[in-house]
């Protein structure tokens, strides 16, 4: 039984079939398909990818049928060349006709954040950098999307509000300074403490009121080298802002101890997979 903490695998595909099919489901499939007929799917890749989704596809299928036969080729976490078979799916055709939607749109989407996440990870090897994911993910798929990150190769961040003190630039603005607000979370007894910073300047007031993480924000390679140097391992590092993929091998090259990338759950395009069908 594929689980995730803090998600609902069984309301997610109650919910995302039920949008899909309607009050009528698929009238098209009723009408054109004997009831019982039966066919062979197979889940293919249609480019390089990296595998994720595969456990959420099946529970998609075997919602409408329990009895269907299911292979998997592959496991997530997997590279994929072109054409390698993902998954074989046997039984009723109109059973497997109904799900295959949501169920692609699901592996097509996490397999592309998976894909994208081996990119960065590779471009940053060695380096002795850590990915980083961030919580600009889809409503309600969070915790799917970050999953996704995993099977890449990266780590996530912060997965709620909750998980972790990060105070940003409106936390700062509200609070009066840099050195107060973070002075402010310490009172509070909290042992980490990650502030975002901009300017070289913030970097001494911050750890002096007990910041145990930086983030530094929106600053060019030469500029996190000097941050590095000023913190001077008092406190670990992360570069966030505007990370691609054709600078983060120079941003791990600062000596930055993480670098999180929004566009891994915010940009990733999906992953080429088609599902075709033959003779049961």
């Known amino acids: 039984m594929f689980e995730l903490a803090g998600f609902d695998l069984d309301a997610f595909v109650a919910a995302t079939l039920a949008e899909d099919l309607g009050t009528g489901g698929d009238i098209t499939s009723m009408a054109t398909i004997s009831a019982a007929l039966q066919l062979t799917a197979v889940m293919a890749s249609r480019d390089a990818i990296r595998v994720a989704g595969l456990p959420i596809a099946d ?84 915790v799917l ?17 909750d998980d972790a003190v990060l105070i940003k630039d409106n936390h700062i603005a509200a609070a009066g300074s840099v050195g107060q607000a973070v002075g402010a979370a310490k009172a509070t007894g909290l042992s980490r403490i990650e502030v975002e910073v901009d300017r070289l300047d913030q970097i001494e007031p911050a750890l002096r009121a007990g910041a145990t993480a930086l983030l530094l924000d929106n600053m060019p390679p030469a500029m996190l080298r ?26 791990a090259a600062t000596g930055v101890n993480y670098i999180s990338v929004g566009r ?17």
């Open 145 to 161: 999307e970050k999953y996704a990150v995993r099977m890449g190769g990266g780590t996530n961040h912060r997965m709620r509000l």
């Open 59 to 142: 529970a998609f299928f075997t919602r409408l049928d329990p009895d269907l036969e299911i292979t998997h080729h592959v496991e997530d976490g997997a590279d994929a060349a072109p054409d390698d078979r993902l998954m074989t799916i046997r039984g009723n055709a109109r059973a497997i006709l109904a799900a295959e939607r949501s169920a692609l749109n699901t592996v097509q989407h996490l397999s592309g954040i998976a894909t994208m996440t081996r990119s960065y990870v590779a471009a940053i090897a060695g380096s002795g950098a850590t990915l980083l994911d961030t919580r600009k993910t889809i409503p309600g798929l969070r």
């Open 226 to 251: 000097e941050a590095v140097a000023l913190v001077a391992g008092r406190a670990t590092t992360e570069a966030s802002g505007g990370v691609t993929l054709d600078r983060i091998g120079e941003i």
């Open 264 to 280: 891994l759950t915010q940009s990733a395009p999906a992953a080429d997979i088609g599902l075709d069908y033959f003779d049961g």
